[in-house]
């Protein structure tokens, strides 16, 4: 699991295979007569090739089929309730609830994992509700109340943590880490479709100067009056970010050399400093790496050719 998404499938596998495992354990194992054993051996076997499926396709697996399949867990944990035949095996499925609200937290937006969790307990509770047993309303009440609460909780936090790992502190911008996770996953959906994709580096001219002359304060300052007033004028599908110092970096996706030349045009003027840029637009077999390394390159070259110009 070394990336985000890697975790994500796995633990999508592991949610649905865990499942399959108790699930086949109360058919081989009944704890009580009425426990119904043909759809526990059903749901063990769907479980476990769900599991399989969703391992075998790994990070290919898009992230709609993995809502659907989450989805599809939550209804199926509904049909269980139902079918209990203990109490206890009502209230058992609380935990699975809990389970699903903090996968569905960690991995997706707030707004999702509230709909995500919502489902789970709406589908369990209609059918805790239809269940043979009864006596069970109050502990059925705290699991819901603890997976509800416990979704919330998390879900807010792990949206500020993932805020403060992939923005710049100082700029408000994607962080470089961030910014080249997303730049990366667009340059393969660009190769994959064929569509153009350009990157762009931006560099502040005699940031070094102000800086000495005004302070670091007055650098900070410059940097974030630079990064606001780029934020407004690039496109809602691009993607700013600061790559280091007073080095920028931007994604434009579905643009090539001439598009990526009038985007950049909207971000001249409004600034209290020169600025240098070099572009590369992605093509076959390209890395993130190699499109960084000619932008890089042909940022450096307009720089040496304009200094040689002035220096005439």
Same mark, same amino acid.
């Given at each position: ?20 495992? %108790? @699930? ?18 059903? %749901? ?45 095996? $009502? ?7 809990? @389970? ?16 995500? $969790? ?10 805790? &509700? ?5 006596? %069970? ?25 993932? &805020?403060?790992?992939?923005? /710049? ?20 959906? &660009? ?6 994709? !350009? ?7 005699? %940031? ?10 007055a650098g900070d300052r410059l940097l974030r009056e630079v990064a606001g007033h780029w934020s407004t004028r690039v496109r809602a599908s691009d993607l700013l970010g600061r790559h280091g110092g007073d080095e920028f970096v931007? @994604? ?26 070099? !572009?590369?637009?992605?093509? /076959? ?28």
């Amino acid at each position: 699991m070394r990336s985000r998404p890697q975790a994500r499938v796995a633990l999508l596998a592991l949610l649905h295979g865990s499942g399959a495992l %108790f @699930c086949l354990a109360a058919a081989l194992w009944p704890m009580h007569p009425e426990t119904p054993v043909g759809l526990a051996w059903t %749901f063990g076997v769907v479980g476990l090739t769900v599991a399989a499926g969703v391992t075998a396709a790994g990070d290919r697996l898009p992230g709609r089929v993995q809502h659907a399949l989450l989805a599809l867990f939550s209804l199926l944990v509904g049909v269980l309730a139902a079918r209990s035949g203990t109490a206890v095996g $009502v209230v058992g499925l609380g935990p699975v609830l809990v @389970c699903t609200g903090l996968y569905a937290a960690h991995f997706s937006s707030l707004r999702a994992a509230r709909a995500h $969790v919502l489902l789970a307990v709406g589908a369990a509770s209609v059918g805790a &509700a239809l269940a043979v047993p009864t006596g %069970f309303l109050q502990p059925w009440l705290i699991a819901v109340t603890v997976a509800l609460v416990l979704t919330e909780a998390h879900g807010r936090l792990n949206g500020r943590l993932r &805020a403060q790992a992939s923005t /710049d502190p100082l700029t408000g911008v994607a962080n470089r880490r961030a910014w080249e996770a997303e730049a990366a996953r667009s340059l393969a959906r &660009a190769l994959r479709t064929g569509e153009p994709l !350009t990157v762009a580096i931006l560099d502040l001219d005699h %940031f070094k100067v102000v800086n000495d002359r005004d302070g670091h304060v007055a650098g900070d300052r410059l940097l974030r009056e630079v990064a606001g007033h780029w934020s407004t004028r690039v496109r809602a599908s691009d993607l700013l970010g600061r790559h280091g110092g007073d080095e920028f970096v931007l @994604c434009l996706p579905g643009t090539d050399g001439p598009g990526a030349v009038e985007v950049l045009q909207r971000l001249d003027g409004g600034v209290p400093i020169g600025w240098s840029v070099g !572009t590369a637009t992605a093509r /076959d077999g390209d890395t993130l790496g190699t499109l960084l390394q000619r932008a890089d390159a042909a940022l450096y070259e307009g720089k040496r050719q304009r200094h040689s110009t002035s220096g005439r």
